[in-house]
């Protein structure tokens, strides 16, 4: 599938994808890339002038999101080990990026490190040191669901969870009216501890911290999709959001992000919460070491040399 985003210039960006749907990303620098990604992201220079100068009247809400070119992998949908098939619901690749006046900034200088060493699975996350000198947390449980249970919540209500992480505990407000589906199913897989023992596996400084897949790989879910609840246009991805990475409609599971600084995006991605507690926690995940993964879909370091554990997810009230 090849879909182009125009940007504010002459250039268009394409993105080539035989594995499954991700759409476009431009670069401040007047040049274009694209993401073939049979399973993995691989960024190569293209060109689409002539793309853009059709689609850029219809998109003026993305010709302000100019900057690095950065995606979001997320996955929902059934575990790759028991199919041999994959639809867009079951593995996807969602792609962002920051505006210009926020691009990502690295407080800490990724060192030169070989690819052999640098974590590209659940396993070899765990083989490495812990961030913030904490222990390793137990290791986590693989699961998969046909769908998540109904908790019958009140739209009214606002539910308070802790998020312990290897650097400290992060209190996090859920909004159901914002999003009712995405939060059942956040707190049902919360419930049954899918999210104990997990990794972070994409921190991007002064962007999103990324978690919610048991396999660290970015490719895996819960083993359904929770239905789209873009939030509207006036509500801002601002430091603390937190949202659920997609692939575009239809294709959000159990994957979530964090942002670690306000941010431009589109309303494409779920938001169901925001850090009310612990906002300096989120400064602990951008100093830790990164590395680039021969898997990763971004062009800069983006995968922990030190593992960043999500202890559990527990309620509040």
């Not at 793309?51 to 900057?67: D, E, N, P």
């Not at 867009?88 to 800490?108: D, K, L, V, W």
């Not at 693989?142 to 992060?170: E, H, N, R």
């Not at 049902?188 to 921190?203: I, K, N, P, Q, W």
Request: with cysteine; hydrophobic share 35%.
């Amino acid at each position: 599938m090849i879909s182009t985003i125009p940007r504010a210039g002459s250039a268009a960006y394409e993105v080539e994808n035989p594995g499954f749907a991700a759409p476009s990303i431009p670069r401040a620098d007047g040049r274009v890339y694209g993401v073939e990604n049979p399973g993995f992201a691989i960024w190569a220079p293209i060109r689409g002038l002539d793309v853009a100068s059709r689609l850029m009247r219809r998109t003026t809400t993305l010709s302000l999101l100019i900057g690095a070119a950065l995606a979001l992998a997320a996955c929902g949908g059934s575990d790759a080990t028991t199919t041999t098939t994959t639809t867009a619901a079951e593995q996807s690749t969602t792609t962002t990026q920051p505006p210009a006046t926020t691009a990502p900034t690295t407080t800490t200088t990724a060192p030169e490190v070989g690819l052999e060493i640098v974590p590209r699975n659940y396993d070899e996350f765990r083989a490495q040191p812990t961030a913030c000198g904490a222990q390793a947390a137990e290791p986590a449980i693989p699961m998969q669901f046909d769908a998540p249970a109904d908790l019958d919540l009140s739209p009214d209500a606002t539910i308070g969870v802790t998020l312990s992480t290897s650097c400290g505990d992060i209190g996090i407000k859920l909004d159901p009216s914002l999003a009712p589906e995405t939060v059942n199913s956040f707190l049902f897989l919360a419930s049954e501890g899918y999210f104990d023992g997990t990794v972070f596996h994409r921190v991007i400084p002064g962007f999103v911290a990324q978690g919610g897949d048991p396999t660290a790989t970015g490719t895996s879910g819960p083993g359904y999709a929770v239905p789209d609840e873009f939030p509207p246009p006036t509500v801002p991805y601002d430091r603390g959001v937190l949202a659920m990475a997609n692939a575009g409609p239809g294709t959000t599971g159990s994957q979530f992000f964090i942002m670690l600084a306000d941010g431009g995006l589109p309303p494409q991605y779920s938001i169901f919460g925001w850090v009310t507690e612990g906002l300096e926690i989120l400064d602990l995940l951008q100093e830790v070491p990164l590395g680039q993964s021969p898997t990763s879909p971004d062009p800069t370091p983006s995968t922990p040399l030190e593992t960043i554990y999500i202890n559990s997810v527990t309620t509040q009230n």
